[in-house]
């Protein structure tokens, strides 16, 4: 039956207007990454209203922290920010020499400079391969995988764990790198060497690196350039530069709305002398002319948001390769040592640091005892989230995932 | 701008009676401000551009009690509540923190949340921070458009983060210890 034989049309279009629907997204929905609850208020496609529900993943960190010793407290660090725990163990760690008061020796920044940017690259391919399975794209997500997985065998051979490291800690890093380690099988595999040949760690990271140069701009064609993937994202989810500021965004969030700030540059000293003397750039939109930005970006966009974390991979890059260059020359051992029972100064601290995220701020109070008063972490994605109910506002359904998971968020790290 | 100058800039601005003390013995030096003031001051340091204080980093509560009575007579601090506002000036570059101290409970009765102004009018980020502050130090914040747990569930019992918080023993059937 065509609609022309009803007496009035007008009577149908009145007939078929939709309700409003609350629609509950999570908090297992695959692309909330984790356990997040949006509870959406919608009008057939298009979303009026979000509300983020938080706190399933809630595990007491900060009154666990309360009761146990700087030293002990890392390993709650590693499960806060899974996907970067050693960038979590360095500014718990940072804050608590900021508070003793300890300067550790050059030997022992350069390790940790090294790993921390070997840990921001694994991040931020995650944070790729995640968003491109966010969009229906599955490809980039096994590569990405692929590529982590060898970030993941060189982490385990210089401290035997492959997510939960507590490898940075207070004074140094608990090892120094290991010497000869047999050929990691996947690299091996990849680059076509012998698997279980002995071979040099820092050997191996930068055939690694020379490998995964080429693998950057296969991941441009496949998701950074696709159509597709521009379609879902430019122009999407725009965040201005001062709700960024006001909404506590930082890190990449904050570079893709265009401000150039990174506190690997602009940070306190006792985390900046890492990088004295390292060069690198701080990628943030509107970028250079020649990235070649398609025509339909908007700055603040999650496209946007996306890029810069593609760019600080290359970034990364080469600060992990300036890093193997200087450290045999560096001075000093890996470690100050430091006892689990060292009783901190009646004083306060607060430090943030440059995780792959944002800015990962700790802030410790002493009392005079070898536990801290009030042991405070505030979470990047935290911040992140909070930005989500303006954001989404008026988009529709199928854009929630695009600009949630253009965040990047660890719900781990939101409810601590 | 150090905090120094930045604590006279206040002081000229709101008075003594506001702005109470600049302590920068410690590592990261601090101004305290009056409770009821609170919102005025963090507005004035937002919008004054040659303080810029556009970025609230961090916003917390501490809660300042020994309850062991072994260890209370070694204690470094009377029994009292502050929230700490760490701000940042992305176009100065420079950092402050400020503190507000109240009192435990409110008139000293256990139960009542003690309460200052809320700063979510300045920085939007404060609207969670706020949330959080109340959900597990249990400070009231005045003004807050939405003062609701965000962490625990919304039918939990007190505020963990107090030192003389006792775990429940059940939570909808589910054994404390």
Same mark, same amino acid.
């Given at each position: 039956?065509?609609?022309?034989?009803?007496?009035?049309?007008?009577?149908?279009?009145?007939?078929?207007? =939709?309700?409003?629907?609350?629609?509950?997204?999570?908090?297992?929905?695959?692309?909330?990454?984790?356990?997040?609850?949006?509870?959406? /208020?919608?009008?057939?496609?298009?979303?009026?209203?979000? =509300?983020?529900?938080?706190?399933?993943?809630?595990?007491?960190?900060?009154?666990?922290?309360?009761?146990?010793?700087?030293?002990?407290?890392?390993?709650? =660090?590693?499960?806060?920010?899974?996907?970067?725990?050693?960038?979590?163990?360095?500014?718990?760690?940072?804050?608590?020499?900021?508070?003793?008061?300890?300067? @550790?020796?050059?030997?022992?920044?350069?390790?940790?400079?090294?790993?921390?940017?070997?840990?921001?690259?694994?991040?931020?391919?995650?944070?790729?391969?995640?968003?491109?399975?966010?969009?229906?794209?599955?490809?980039?997500?096994?590569?990405?995988?692929?590529?982590?997985?060898?970030?993941?065998?060189?982490?385990?051979?210089?401290?035997?764990?492959?997510?939960?490291?507590?490898?940075?800690?207070?004074?140094?890093?608990?090892?120094?790198?290991?010497?000869?380690?047999?050929?990691?099988p996947g690299l091996a595999t990849l680059?076509?060497?012998?698997?279980?040949?002995?071979?040099?760690?820092?050997?191996?990271?930068?055939?690694?690196?020379?490998?995964?140069?080429?693998?950057?701009?296969?991941?441009?064609?496949?998701?950074?350039?696709?159509?597709?993937?521009?379609?879902? =994202?430019?122009?999407?989810?725009?965040?201005?530069?001062?709700?960024?500021?006001?909404?506590?965004?930082?890190?990449?969030?904050?570079?893709?709305?265009?401000?150039?700030?990174?506190? /690997?540059?602009?940070?306190?000293?006792?985390?900046? /002398?890492?990088?004295?003397?390292?060069?690198?750039?701080?990628?943030?939109?509107?970028?250079?002319?020649?990235?070649?930005?398609?025509?339909?970006?908007?700055?603040?966009?999650?496209?946007?948001?996306?890029?810069?974390?593609?760019?600080?991979?290359?970034?990364?890059?080469?600060?992990?390769?300036?890093?193997?260059?200087?450290?045999?020359?560096?001075?000093?051992?890996?470690?100050?040592?430091?006892?689990?029972?060292?009783?901190?100064? @009646?004083?306060?601290?607060?430090?943030?640091?440059?995780?792959?995220?944002?800015?990962?701020?700790?802030?410790?109070?002493?009392?005079?005892?070898?536990?801290?008063?009030?042991?405070?972490?505030?979470?990047?994605?935290?911040?992140?989230?909070?930005?989500?109910?303006?954001?989404?506002?008026? @988009?529709?359904?199928?854009?929630?995932?695009?600009?949630?998971?253009?965040?990047?968020?660890?719900?781990?790290?939101?409810?601590? | 701008?150090?905090?120094?100058?930045?604590?006279?800039?206040?002081?000229?601005?709101? $008075?003594?009676?506001?702005?109470?003390?600049?302590?920068?013995?410690?590592?990261?030096?601090?101004?305290?401000?009056?409770?009821?003031?609170?919102?005025?001051?963090?507005?004035?340091?937002k919008q004054t551009p040659d303080l810029?204080?556009?970025?609230?980093?961090?916003?917390?509560?501490?809660?300042?009690?020994?309850?062991?009575?072994?260890?209370?007579?070694?204690?470094?601090?009377?029994?009292?509540?502050?929230?700490?506002?760490?701000?940042?000036?992305?176009?100065?570059?420079?950092?402050?923190?400020?503190?507000v101290k109240l009192p435990r409970w409110?008139?000293?009765?256990?139960?009542?949340?003690?309460?200052?102004?809320?700063?979510?009018?300045?920085?939007?980020?404060?609207?969670?921070?706020?949330?959080?502050?109340?959900?597990?130090? $249990?400070?009231?914040?005045? $003004?807050?458009?939405?003062?609701?747990?965000?962490?625990?569930?919304?039918?939990?019992?007190?505020?963990?983060?107090?030192?003389?918080?006792?775990?429940?023993?059940?939570?909808?059937?589910?054994? $404390?210890?």
């Open positions: 039956m065509s609609t022309t034989d009803l007496p009035d049309q007008r009577v149908i279009e009145f007939d078929v207007r =939709t309700d409003e629907m609350l629609v509950n997204m999570g908090p297992q929905h695959p692309s909330t990454h984790g356990v997040l609850r949006l509870l959406l /208020r919608t009008d057939g496609e298009v979303v009026h209203e979000v =509300t983020p529900h938080i706190g399933y993943l809630h595990r007491c960190a900060e009154k666990v922290g309360e009761n146990i010793s700087g030293p002990q407290w890392i390993p709650y =660090t590693d499960r806060m920010d899974y996907l970067a725990a050693m960038n979590m163990n360095l500014g718990l760690s940072l804050t608590f020499e900021k508070l003793l008061g300890m300067e @550790v020796p050059p030997k022992a920044m350069t390790l940790r400079l090294i790993i921390c940017e070997l840990g921001r690259i694994a991040s931020h391919l995650m944070g790729m391969g995640a968003y491109g399975l966010d969009l229906g794209s599955f490809t980039p997500f096994l590569y990405a995988f692929r590529e982590r997985e060898v970030i993941l065998d060189l982490f385990e051979e210089v401290c035997g764990a492959r997510l939960t490291y507590s490898y940075v800690t207070i004074g140094g890093v608990t090892h120094d790198l290991p010497r000869h380690i047999p050929f990691p680059t076509g060497h012998q698997p279980g040949v002995t071979i040099d760690w820092s050997d191996a990271v930068r055939i690694f690196l020379d490998w995964l140069d080429d693998r950057i701009r296969e991941y441009h064609i496949l998701l950074t350039r696709n159509s597709i993937f521009i379609q879902r =994202t430019a122009g999407l989810g725009v965040l201005s530069a001062d709700m960024a500021i006001s909404h506590g965004c930082t890190g990449p969030v904050l570079r893709g709305s265009g401000v150039s700030f990174d506190l /690997r540059r602009d940070g306190e000293p006792i985390y900046t /002398r890492m990088y004295d003397g390292y060069q690198f750039d701080v990628s943030y939109a509107p970028f250079r002319p020649e990235d070649h930005v398609p025509r339909e970006v908007v700055v603040g966009d999650n496209w946007c948001r996306f890029f810069v974390r593609m760019q600080e991979v290359c970034e990364s890059i080469r600060l992990v390769r300036q890093g193997l260059d200087a450290y045999p020359q560096a001075e000093g051992g890996y470690r100050l040592p430091f006892r689990m029972t060292t009783r901190l100064p @009646v004083g306060e601290a607060y430090l943030e640091t440059e995780a792959p995220r944002g800015q990962m701020g700790f802030y410790i109070v002493g009392d005079g005892q070898p536990e801290p008063m009030r042991a405070r972490a505030k979470s990047s994605s935290f911040c992140h989230l909070s930005v989500i109910p303006p954001l989404c506002a008026g @988009v529709l359904l199928g854009d929630i995932p695009s600009i949630v998971g253009s965040l990047d968020v660890v719900m781990g790290e939101v409810d601590r | 701008m150090t905090p120094a100058e930045i604590h006279q800039r206040l002081l000229n601005e709101f $008075g003594p009676e506001v702005i109470l003390h600049l302590h920068d013995a410690g590592i990261d030096p601090w101004i305290e401000v009056a409770p009821p003031e609170i919102a005025r001051v963090c507005h004035f340091l810029g204080f556009d970025t609230l980093s961090n916003l917390t509560g501490v809660d300042y009690l020994e309850p062991d009575p072994k260890l209370q007579a070694k204690f470094p601090y009377s029994p009292h509540i502050e929230v700490v506002y760490h701000l940042f000036s992305l176009t100065q570059r420079h950092q402050l923190v400020v503190k409110r008139d000293d009765v256990p139960g009542k949340l003690p309460a200052v102004p809320s700063v979510t009018g300045v920085w939007a980020i404060a609207d969670w921070h706020e949330r959080e502050a109340y959900d597990l130090i $249990g400070i009231e914040f005045l $003004g807050h458009p939405n003062l609701v747990r965000i962490l625990c569930a919304d039918d939990w019992v007190g505020h963990p983060l107090r030192k003389d918080y006792e775990m429940p023993l059940e939570y909808h059937g589910i054994r $404390g210890r």
